[in-house]
């Protein structure tokens, strides 16, 4: 029987490169479209012949930046995607924005297209901030494709950042409240990290505390006028990404595109695929338990309590610390909003 996997497609290619990214991208003025759409429908073709023709329940446009991406190029591979499965009635697809990049016609046609959430790198309303992590749009710039998005009845989501050096409390709740203003349904705030071999690794930058950092994202749950439904997203009740929410609960999932990984199933049997379409290698299901494990408990409904998930988890600790840890009454292992602070440290006493 096939399986239905949702897809990921990487689009590697931005038109700069920010002072914090570690993800697998290029600054490209001109990328080689018609090579990439090549690569990218063979990858697709390959995929049918190893799964059949699955259902699909949500595609996701990643990178980079898609929405660089010409409109005869997405046009195209999302009829491969229509030609090699079955893309199921309601997928949510989503495409990945920077303000600056789309036009409101362009974002027009992406609709007409398909695309029925977008997804925008915002990262800061502050345009000194903006500049600061390298971003090459203006907060007001933002602010429009927003409004051109909810114009359109797309379903919208925006990105931003906190904790940057001499951030504090009051930044983030002035950031929230900023965020409030918009009037968006979804929103990720992700803290601030300084990856290896990033400009921001070579420069000597003091960064909050780790205790000012947990009053941050104490604040922004206080304030943010979205819940809180995994570690650093927000949303609506309704308006969670279907995507993430389906990768993060452990469903099969495809890669597509170089720098892209992903977790197939066939006939029961776990791989784990990575970057190149040729390579991929069993694991085991105690493997893949434990990778359940690490994301389901980022979501605030926690993780699918099944077989598996069961012989890899120390009940014992589960049962000594009720404070910490619960079992819902949708049978799911979630952590309190105390032990979501501490989530890290719980993972390394939580398995067997």
């Known amino acids: 029987m096939n399986v239905p996997h949702n897809i990921y497609i990487h689009v590697p290619f931005c038109l700069s490169k920010c002072k914090y990214c570690a993800f697998f991208s290029h600054a ?16 697709i073709k390959y995929w049918e012949q190893q799964l059949g023709k699955i259902s699909v329940p949500s595609i996701f446009f990643g990178g980079g930046t898609p929405s660089l991406m010409p409109i005869k190029v997405f046009e195209h591979i999302m009829n491969a995607i229509q030609r090699c499965f079955n893309i199921t009635s309601g997928c949510e697809i989503t495409l990945e ?3 600056g990049t789309v036009t409101k016609n362009k974002l027009s046609e992406f609709a007409r297209a398909g695309i029925n959430r977008l997804s925008v790198g915002i990262q800061s309303l502050n345009d000194d901030k903006l500049k600061f992590l390298g971003r090459i749009h203006t907060a ?5 494709l927003l409004d051109c998005a909810k114009e359109m009845g797309l379903h919208v989501s925006a990105d931003f950042m906190y904790g940057l050096p001499n951030e504090n409390v009051h930044d983030i709740i002035k950031t929230c409240k900023d965020i409030n203003s ?3 349904s979804h929103c990720s705030l992700y803290e601030l990290t300084i990856e290896p071999h990033t400009p921001f690794s070579k420069m000597n930058l003091q960064m909050p505390t780790n205790n000012e950092m947990a009053d941050m ?24 990404c279907r995507h993430n929410q389906n990768v993060w609960d452990g469903e099969p999932y495809i890669g597509v595109g170089q720098g892209a990984a992903g977790r197939i199933l066939i006939d029961n049997i776990w791989y784990e695929q990575m970057g190149d379409r040729q ?5 085991s299901n105690q493997t893949r338990a434990i990778e359940r494990l690490i994301t389901g408990l980022r979501q605030v ?12 988890i120390n009940q014992e600790f589960v049962n000594q610390n009720p404070d910490l840890l619960i079992i819902t009454s949708e049978n799911r292992l979630a952590t309190s909003s105390k032990g979501m602070l501490i989530l890290d440290d719980l993972l390394l006493n939580l398995t067997r």
């Open 217 to 240: 994202y104490i604040a922004i749950a206080e304030t943010l006028n979205l819940p809180r439904y995994e570690v650093s997203n927000y949303a609506t009740p309704g308006e969670e």
């Open 28 to 43: 490209c003025a001109e990328p080689d479209w018609d090579k990439y759409a090549k690569d990218i429908t063979g990858e």
């Open 97 to 99: 924005s920077n303000p």
């Open 279 to 283: 390579k991929f290698e069993k694991i």
């Open 182 to 184: 918009l009037g968006i």
């Open 301 to 312: 409904r926690g993780v699918k309590i099944d077989a598996d998930i069961t012989q890899i």
């Open 140 to 144: 007001q710039q933002a602010i429009k």
